[in-house]
C-alpha cells in the first residue's frame, strides 16, 4: 500500500464567498468536476508549504501563512486498493476574488455561497472534508448548515 501526503484548502473571498476549481473532463476517464485547491506535498516541504505553493500555483493568489488555518490532519482517502493519500486540510482567506487559473490544471473558477458548495462537488472526500469547513464557517459567519444534503 502506498500512502502519498497531499493537502487541501478551502479559500473564502472576502464577502465569505467558497472557490471553486474545475478540473477538465477526461474523455472515457472522467467528467470535468469541481473541487478546492489540492496538491501533493514535494519533498523537504511541510503541508504549510505545499498549501501556499498549490494556491499560488493553481489560482495565482499569494497569500501570507497567517492566512490559513490548518483544520485536520491525517485524513485518509483510499484512492486504489493500493493508494491511500493523507491530506492536510486547510481553511484560507482571501484579500480579494481576483483568481489567475493555471490552465494545466483548471478549465475554470467559480466563487459561490457556501450554501451552494457541497452540491456543486463531485468527490465524496471533498463533500467531507467540506462538512468539516462549513461547520467552521457557519460557526464564522452565522450562515446555515453547510452538510451533505440528505
Known sequence: MT???????WITGPDGEV?????????????AFWQPVTGGIEDGETPLQAALREIREETGLDLDESRL??????????????LTISKTLYAASAP??????????HQDHRWLPAAEVSETLYWDSNR???????KRFAREHRGPGMGRKR
Open 96 to 105: 480579494s476574488t481576483t483568481v489567475t487559473i493555471n490552465p494545466d490544471e
Open 3 to 9: 500512502i502519498k501526503c497531499s493537502i487541501e484548502c
Open 19 to 31: 472557490l471553486l476549481l474545475q478540473v477538465p473532463a477526461q474523455p472515457g476517464k472522467q467528467e
Open 128 to 134: 467531507d472534508t467540506w462538512e468539516l469547513i462549513g
Open 69 to 82: 488555518t490548518e483544520i485536520a490532519a491525517g485524513i485518509m482517502v483510499a484512492i486504489t486498493p493500493t
